[in-house]
């Protein structure tokens, strides 16, 4: 199986990177700077540089092209303000969904975040909120796509705790953290699981282990 991977230099990318290169898979991420090639390429995937935020449709559905599987990991990062969030969070996922319905590319994973699916409370700081609500219509928008198999992923908190391989994943979870390690095993398992087709599932740690958790979603 080919993945690709945008945003393929994140924390959870790399972790995703590894997982499928250990067992196989013939994994690509997209990266916005060439001297970001080198992380991925000792996570045993092949780097692509292209700027979401600048690439048209076809440049990013070209490399895109024999997938079988797209994921888009990519966001504005921490110390980005408020017009990234709107250009990478929002549009790049749009422009990314676009461009696997151009090559032809059905099974699409969305890396999402909790809370992205109502307006941010009161008093949020306002660059988490502009993140939020770039997530949500982001999410809206790929759910609205019919030319697309797609899943939407919101972890919780996120942290570099290493991974216990348990979680808990549900269409809703309640508040909670995640390691990135455990988020990019439930990650590998969603690609391979059908039954998680058109769903919007939360994750946050637990004491299910992943492939359980995962294949209990798809059952209901």
Not at 186 to 209: F, M, S
Request: glycine share 12%.
């Amino acid at each position: 199986m080919r993945i690709v991977i945008a945003g393929g230099h994140g924390q959870i990318a790399l972790r995703l990177e590894r997982l499928l290169h250990a067992r196989g898979e013939d994994v690509a991420g997209i990266v916005r700077r060439p001297e970001q090639a080198g992380d991925l390429l000792a996570a045993g995937a092949e780097p692509v540089v292209c700027d979401l935020e600048s690439a048209s449709v076809g440049d990013i559905a070209r490399h895109l092209e024999g997938a079988d599987a797209a994921v888009f990991a990519a966001g504005a990062g921490p110390g980005s303000g408020v017009a990234r969030k709107e250009t990478v969070d929002r549009a790049a996922a749009t422009l990314f969904a676009d461009a696997a319905e151009a090559a032809g590319v059905r099974r699409f994973v969305v890396i999402s975040s909790m809370g992205a699916d109502r307006e941010p409370p009161e008093g949020t700081d306002p660059v988490f909120a502009a993140y939020l609500r770039a997530k949500g219509a982001a999410d809206a928008d790929v759910r609205a796509r019919a030319g697309l198999d797609w899943t939407i992923l919101r972890p919780g908190r996120l942290t570099d705790d290493p991974g216990t391989g348990q979680v808990t994943l549900a269409d809703a979870t309640g508040r909670g953290a995640v390691p990135r390690d455990d988020v990019a095993a439930v990650l590998v398992a969603l690609l391979d699981e059908p039954g998680t087709i058109g769903r919007t599932l939360e994750l946050i740690g637990g004491d299910v282990p992943v492939a359980d958790a995962v294949r209990n979603v798809a059952a209901h």
